[in-house]
Nanobody, 121 residues
Framework: QVQLVESGGGLVQPGGSLRLSCAVS????????MGWYRQAPGKERELVAD???????NYADSVKGRFTISRDNARNTVYLQMNSLKPEDTAVYYC???????????????WGQGTQVTVSS
């Protein structure tokens, strides 16, 4: 059973920082792209950042220069360092990963349960 377990959310003041982590557990063959999405109340889920197994990164324009995505392939973990946080960054943040469970299986996208990030004074 593949699971993605997130941690690191919370309440922070504007201008502050948070670091989110997402660890993949279970028996897997490989992980391709890992990413972070967010969903604010009344809005659709949107991509924040993603990173390939080779380290290529992609960011939403709204977070460029403030957020950094990274991954530890040995630990099957993806991180999101969020600096200079703004109230508009408030959302539930979800990690996802495109995973092949076996060498013969097709890639499948798994999601974490979500972690709340609130930026408020």
């Amino acid at each position: 059973q593949v699971q993605l377990v997130e941690s690191g959310g919370g309440l922070v003041q504007p201008g502050g920082s948070l670091r989110l982590s997402c660890a993949v557990s279970g028996s897997i063959f490989s992980i391709n792209v890992m990413g972070w999405y967010r969903q604010a109340p009344g809005k659709e889920r949107e991509l924040v950042a993603d990173i390939t197994s080779g380290g290529s990164r992609n960011y939403a324009d709204s977070v460029k220069g403030r957020f950094t995505i990274s991954r530890d392939n040995a630990r099957n973990t993806v991180y999101l360092q969020m600096n200079s946080l703004k109230p508009e960054d408030t959302a539930v943040y979800y990690c996802n990963a495109r995973i092949r469970v076996t060498i013969a299986s097709m890639p499948y996208v798994y999601w974490g349960q979500g972690t709340q990030v609130t930026v408020s004074s």
